[in-house]
Every structure is written in structure tokens, then in C-alpha cells.
């Protein structure tokens, strides 16, 4: 695995999803209506805790959230994980991040029944995935006499392959990341990218829609092993973006400055 390549995925998964606004309409949009009825997405909070060894933070993604459901003073926890290749191991690292939540709780005194964790996978691979979402499936005959001895949980998968451009829904910045996911093995991404930017102009007059622009910027230099500077000015420009033709040469020489530097450490 492209280790570099896999972390600018991992990187603007995080940025985007981060963002409270991006989360709740993501969850708002996707989530299985049996949650949406007992969850209640106006308390929903963004947990600042990493569960993922640090030797492991350029191969993994996680991000955590927490919401109150119906009128208990409990709450659901959603772990959201990216995929940018298909994991035989999701099953085994899913239960190993909820086993640290849950420990993570009792650690700072939360007793009582343990909170529910539902696990949701974003996956935007060339492969298809086709790997069961219940951890039951992952083990050896015979199942059946032993069942009620088997840890069991189901994933939630969300396969952008699955999703027209037209069905992906949310926040501006949701949409254009979940557009670049999905399209960006694709050779003909450069031709979508004058629609995707598009999308920026509702952000453009924003100070963060300018640190997300970089950032989709960035990200694109990063995958699209045919795009020039002058490409790139264009497809802004085309985009109605006039005012951000000339920032693509100066971020463009300061991402050459950055891959100098990094090169020069390496």
C-alpha cells in the first residue's frame, strides 16, 4: 500500500469530518432510519479521543462521535472509519477501537452498563467490498451449535461506488469530499473536477472555505498524477472561481516548497 497516498485520503476525511455541521448532516443523510428514530442528532459532539496505535496513524482514519438517544441520559457512540482498500481485518480493528472506548469510559469513571457502539465504514476502493458487515462471518464451522459462545456485531457500510454523484447528500464541504473519494481512481477525475469545484462558490466568500479549498487543492495535486498548474488554473476558472486562478500558482509553489523540505528530511 501507497503509504503517502493513503494518508491524503485519511487527511481530508479527517478535516471535513471534523467539522460538527459536516458530521451531522453526513449522519442526518446516511444513517439507518432505526437510528435516526432514537437518535437525537441536535446533541451530537465530536469526541477529541484517537483510538489507533500511533504506529498505525498513516494506515488508519477514526473519527468518534457521541449523541443522547430518545429521553435516557445515555448515549449511542458512532466510530466512523475510512477505507480506501478492502480490509480483511475491519472486523478485528472495529472491536478493538470499542473495546478501548469502553475502557476509555470506565477509566474515567463512567460505571454502569456500557454504551452502544455502532461502527460505520466509509469505503471508496476500485475493488468492490465485498466483505460481510457481520463479525459472525469471519469465523470457523460450525457456527451454529456454538453461536451464543461468538462475540457478534454488524458494521455499517457505506460504499461511495453504491451512490450516483446526484444521490450524495450534505453540507457543501461532505458533498465535494464524498465526490473526490469516489472519483479519485477514476483516470477521467480531471473532467469532474469542473463540476466539483463548482460546489466551492457557496464556500468561497468564507474564511474556512478558503482553508478548504487549499486543502481539496492539495489533495488533487496529490492524486491526479496529470494535473498541471495551468490544468488546474483553468478548471478553477472554469468553475467560476476567477478569484482563486492566481492562488493556484502560489499554493502550487508552496506545495513544491513542501515536498522539497519533506524530501530533504527524508
Known amino acids: 500500500m501507497n503509504t503517502d497516498l493513503h494518508h491524503s485520503h485519511d487527511k481530508l476525511f479527517k478535516e471535513t469530518w471534523s467539522d460538527l455541521a459536516n458530521a451531522r448532516s453526513f449522519l442526518q443523510n446516511y444513517l439507518p432510519e432505526k437510528i435516526l428514530d432514537v437518535a437525537r442528532l441536535d446533541t451530537l459532539e465530536i469526541c477529541k ?40 481485518n475491519i472486523h478485528l480493528q472495529l472491536l478493538e477501537y470499542m473495546l478501548k472506548i469502553w475502557r476509555l469510559g470506565q477509566k474515567q469513571g463512567r460505571c454502569g452498563k456500557l454504551p452502544i457502539v455502532v461502527p460505520l465504514v466509509l469505503y471508496h476502493g476500485r475493488p468492490r467490498w465485498r466483505i460481510n458487515e457481520y463479525f459472525l462471518s469471519g469465523f470457523n464451522s460450525p457456527i451454529e451449535p456454538l453461536v451464543e459462545y461468538i462475540p457478534n456485531f454488524k ?59 487549499e486543502s481539496l487543492v492539495k489533495y488533487v495535486f496529490s492524486n491526479v498524477d496529470d494535473i498541471t498548474v495551468d490544468k488546474m488554473q483553468a478548471i478553477v476558472k472554469n468553475a467560476l472561481l476567477e478569484d482563486k486562478g492566481a492562488y493556484i500558482v502560489t499554493l502550487a509553489e508552496k506545495l513544491r516548497k513542501e515536498g522539497l523540505e519533506q524530501g530533504l528530511k527524508q
Open 49 to 88: 479521543d484517537s483510538f489507533i496505535e500511533p504506529d498505525l496513524k498513516n494506515y488508519y482514519s477514526d473519527m468518534l462521535y457521541k449523541v443522547a438517544f430518545g429521553e435516557s441520559s445515555g448515549y449511542i457512540y458512532f466510530l466512523f472509519e475510512h477505507k480506501s482498500f478492502p480490509d480483511r
Open 155 to 213: 458494521y455499517v457500510l457505506y460504499d461511495l461506488s453504491e451512490y450516483s454523484d446526484e444521490d450524495i447528500k450534505g453540507t457543501v464541504m461532505a458533498r465535494i469530499t464524498m465526490l473526490l473519494l469516489k472519483h479519485v481512481f477514476e483516470p477521467d477525475l480531471a473532467g469532474r473536477l469542473p463540476y466539483i469545484f463548482s460546489l466551492l462558490k457557496e464556500l468561497s466568500q468564507k474564511k474556512t472555505g478558503l482553508q478548504y479549498f
